[in-house]
């Protein structure tokens, strides 16, 4: 699968991530609510599904990146938080998850004739990452900062 694939499909990922997010908590979004940890664990976890891990890690990884670029820094805290829920994200990515062999022959395969075959994978996911996401929220392993400590976290850095 060539970059620019994985890209359109990060693009989607993320498109999903957001309309999930919209579905689930409504508008506005918050920087670093519990929506924003969501859509953080949503996203991660499509990616990981429809790029693989470590394509999934990198596109994250540089998101957070990007946003300690330019005028307005990340602050620590916030940064924390979103590596935390992208990696929950791209662990949840595998739950429910089944590879099937296809066998993909000219003429149809008889279980005696296995040499004639050639397999490929498909992959089905019997869960979805929105599900596994706000199940994830309610249990307490995704990461967000509650207002009362952003507002303090914003004094301390005013400063």
């Not at 519990?34 to 949503?42: G, P």
């Not at 940064?79 to 935390?84: K, L, S």
């Not at 990452?129 to 400590?149: E, Q, T, V």
Request: aromatic residues 6%; positive net charge.
């Amino acid at each position: 699968m060539g970059g620019y694939v994985k890209c359109a499909k990060a693009w989607r990922a993320r498109d999903k991530a957001i309309k999930e997010r919209r579905a689930r908590f409504g508008d506005p979004e918050t920087s670093d609510g519990k929506d924003n940890a969501f859509k953080h664990c949503v996203w991660s976890c499509e990616m990981a599904r429809s790029i693989g891990q470590e394509c999934a890690k990198y596109i994250g990884d540089q998101h957070e990146e990007a946003g300690n670029r330019g005028k307005r820094k990340q602050r620590p805290d916030e940064a924390e938080m979103d590596y935390h829920n992208n990696h929950i994200g791209r662990e949840l990515a595998d739950i429910g998850k089944e590879v099937r062999e296809i066998p993909i022959c000219e003429m149809p395969c008889d279980e005696d004739i296995i040499m004639g075959c050639a397999y490929t994978e498909q992959i089905i996911y019997h869960t979805n990452c929105s599900d596994l996401c706000m199940n994830a929220l309610n249990n307490g392993r995704l990461r967000f900062i509650k207002k009362s400590n952003l507002r303090m976290a914003r004094q301390l850095a005013a400063q």
